[in-house]
């Protein structure tokens, strides 16, 4: 069975640091890996995605994850977190045997302090 | 248009009523979604359209009933709703990518903002 796991629930961070959000997951075959934002009271909003090639993957509003295949991890990262970063993180994969069907994580809340 | 909107914002309805979500994309997608959301967990998958036949029902009660009656657009018929069945419904759209030939490389999802849904 393909799994996402988000292992920390929440992730405290002080404006002008760097972030790390971690996500791990379990598939068989090729992963196919997203992360996705959340805005209270909004939909999901997409950052970027691993399909193959390059292991550091850049997205959008300067976020950039890392895919580990030995360690299987995908975390996300920024090198200087924005108090606008402050929100729900969820990590993603494609269903190798079905592309259309997404599993999620559980979801990370980020806090970012000025 | 990069954009999936979805109607109402937000739905207060009784356990006797009847009502409907709606969601429409012009991206030219083939694949859409409905998916449900509680309060800060992840989306749960309900349905996948794909070239507007229903693909993929993940046991979803028959109370929820969705429709696709064009590429554009994405119904869920709401009837004789539970209190637990208040929370975000998500809708969703992606190109859709054969799994014989593709390689998942454009089936980034693309989300609607929501209706907030509230069963009294």
């Known amino acids: 069975a393909q799994s996402v796991a988000q292992p920390e629930d929440q992730v405290n961070v002080a404006e002008g640091n760097p972030l790390t959000v971690k996500c791990t997951y379990s598939?068989?075959?090729?992963?196919?890996l997203f992360w996705y934002v959340q805005y209270p009271n909004r939909g999901l909003q997409f950052l970027l995605k691993y399909i193959t090639g390059d292991n550091l993957v850049k997205g959008s509003y300067g976020f950039e994850a890392e895919f580990n295949k030995s360690q299987t991890s995908f975390h996300l990262k920024k090198p200087s977190a924005l108090v606008s970063d402050s929100a729900l993180y969820f990590c993603?994969?494609?269903?190798?045997?079905?592309?259309?069907?997404?599993?999620f994580g559980s979801g990370t809340k980020l806090n970012v302090k000025p | 248009d990069t954009e999936v909107t979805q109607t109402p914002k937000h739905l207060v309805m009784g356990m006797t009523n009847k009502k409907s979500l709606k969601c429409e994309q012009h991206?030219?997608?083939?694949?859409m979604y409905w998916y449900k959301q509680k309060a800060k967990k992840p989306p749960e998958l309900m349905f996948v359209y794909s070239y507007e036949k229903l693909s993929i029902n993940e046991s979803v009660p028959s109370r929820f009933s969705p429709e696709c009656p064009n590429s554009s657009l994405l119904n869920l018929h709401l009837h004789a709703l539970q209190p637990e069945d208040s929370a975000l419904y998500l809708c969703?759209?992606?190109?859709?990518?054969?799994?014989?030939?593709?390689?998942?490389?454009?089936?980034?999802?693309?989300f609607g903002p929501g209706t907030r849904l509230t069963v009294l």
């Open positions: 969703a759209s992606s190109q859709l990518v054969s799994q014989s030939t593709g390689t998942g490389k454009y089936n980034e999802q693309f």
């Open positions: 993603a994969v494609s269903d190798p045997y079905n592309f259309n069907k997404f599993y």
């Open positions: 991206m030219g997608h083939r694949a």
């Open positions: 598939v068989s075959g090729n992963p196919y």
